[in-house]
């Protein structure tokens, strides 16, 4: 290979990672909310729809972000008639409601470590969050009782 592609690859490498790491915890995720029920799991798909249409980077976008949190259990009817699902998702939406302001910011400071080239610590840094932190702290509070809650 040449020199040109192997600089390419070096470059391409640590964002190819940086993406896989939430989709990682996002697997995890799954397979420890499919445990708990079909209602739970189903309430666990229609956040996900939300949360995409929340993470494009507009302000279209923080708009739609206050939207669905206030009104995500009459916007959950779109998808599914049943209150214990409406329930669940109106719950997820007010715990992770300051998550958002959070990942904001940490995405910010991950974008700048990024720009002035310092990639190795950005994904250092996701790797922390998700796979040493956030995926066992989940699993440890479904498990310690509080449920749905706890992840």
Same mark, same amino acid.
């Given at each position: 290979?040449?020199? %040109?592609?192997?600089?390419?690859?070096?470059?391409?490498?640590?964002?190819?990672?940086?993406?896989?790491? $939430? /989709?990682?915890?996002?697997?995890?995720?799954?397979?420890?909310? /499919?445990? /708990?029920?079909?209602? *739970?799991?189903?309430?666990? %798909?229609?956040?996900?729809?939300f949360?995409?249409?929340?993470?494009?980077?507009?302000?279209?976008?923080?708009?739609?972000?206050?939207?669905?949190?206030?009104?995500?259990?009459?916007?959950?009817?779109?998808?599914?008639? /049943? #209150?214990v699902?409406?329930?669940?998702? %109106?719950?997820?939406?007010?715990?992770?409601?300051?998550g958002?302001? =959070?990942?904001?910011?940490?995405?910010?400071?991950?974008? *700048?470590?990024?720009?002035?080239? #310092? $990639?190795? #610590?950005s994904?250092?840094?996701?790797?922390?969050?998700y796979?040493?932190?956030?995926? $066992?702290?989940?699993?440890l509070?479904?498990?310690?009782?509080? %449920? =749905?809650?706890?992840?």
């Open positions: 290979m040449s020199w %040109g592609i192997l600089q390419l690859i070096q470059k391409a490498i640590p964002p190819i990672i940086q993406q896989s790491i $939430p /989709s990682i915890s996002t697997t995890f995720l799954t397979a420890l909310i /499919s445990t /708990s029920s079909v209602t *739970a799991f189903a309430a666990f %798909g229609i956040t996900e729809k949360e995409m249409c929340i993470r494009v980077r507009l302000w279209s976008a923080r708009i739609l972000l206050v939207l669905v949190i206030g009104f995500s259990k009459r916007l959950s009817c779109l998808f599914v008639n /049943s #209150k699902v409406l329930c669940i998702v %109106g719950t997820y939406f007010l715990i992770v409601s300051v958002y302001i =959070l990942n904001t910011v940490t995405n910010c400071y991950l974008g *700048a470590l990024n720009g002035i080239g #310092k $990639p190795s #610590k994904i250092f840094l996701m790797i922390f969050y796979i040493v932190v956030q995926m $066992p702290l989940d699993y509070l479904y498990h310690l009782g509080f %449920g =749905l809650n706890g992840i």
